[in-house]
């Protein structure tokens, strides 16, 4: 069984899944994901937020099983916020995925573009904040396997949430061929 937001993502699942099964079942392998604790996102004295997240050495410096090298690249930190609002569309182009429409069988029903906008929550949509690669590690580095990354671009009365992801980089091997850099996994579902 497939499902993909309209025909073109539905047979990239497809292709995707087909793939997977040619692998036997044995994907690209992304990095660990770094861990935020409870306490990890606070507010200073100026009024910014910052996020502290921990990821060890051992993480950094881990062989992927598939490439045969550590490949850690460096930490990308998403943000979503309760302002502005965004409908269905927002979401689609920062997913970069669209809605097909049908052909053959009667006209798609629904404009994702003409939706009611919504408040952004937990679920997101989350946007890219800062990208730091393993080069500059140094300058967010707490010195005890903690990093600490701070968010100017605030604002009072606002509610923000906040993930940090590791990435590698990209590469070769053996059973996969050409695979881009990889995402440590997030879970997050949006409220189309």
């Not at 099983?65 to 309760?82: E, L, N, Q, T, W």
């Not at 695979?179 to 579902?189: N, R």
């Amino acid at each position: 069984v497939l499902a993909g937001a309209g025909l073109t993502n539905t047979q990239q699942a497809a292709a995707n899944a087909r793939k997977a099964y040619d692998w036997n079942w044995n994907l690209p392998k992304p990095p660990a994901a770094p861990q935020i604790a409870s306490d990890g996102v606070t507010t200073n004295a100026l009024g910014q937020v910052e996020v502290t997240w921990s990821y060890s050495d051992g993480k950094m410096n881990a062989v992927d099983p598939d490439k045969g090298v550590a490949d850690f690249a460096g930490f990308r930190v998403y943000k979503a916020s309760a302002a502005p609002r965004v409908n269905s569309s927002d979401i689609m182009t920062a997913e970069g995925v669209s809605a097909d429409n049908l052909s053959g069988g009667g006209p798609m029903v629904g404009d994702p573009s003409s939706a009611g906008k919504f408040t952004s929550s937990s679920t997101g949509p989350y946007t890219l904040e800062k990208d730091i690669s393993s080069a500059d590690l140094s300058t967010y580095s707490n010195g005890d396997g903690t990093y600490t990354w701070t968010d100017e671009n605030v604002a009072m009365g606002l509610i923000y949430w906040y993930y940090v992801a590791a990435y590698d980089e990209a590469g070769t091997d053996p059973v996969h061929g050409s695979v881009p850099s990889l995402e440590s996994y997030y879970t997050m579902c949006y409220p189309m």
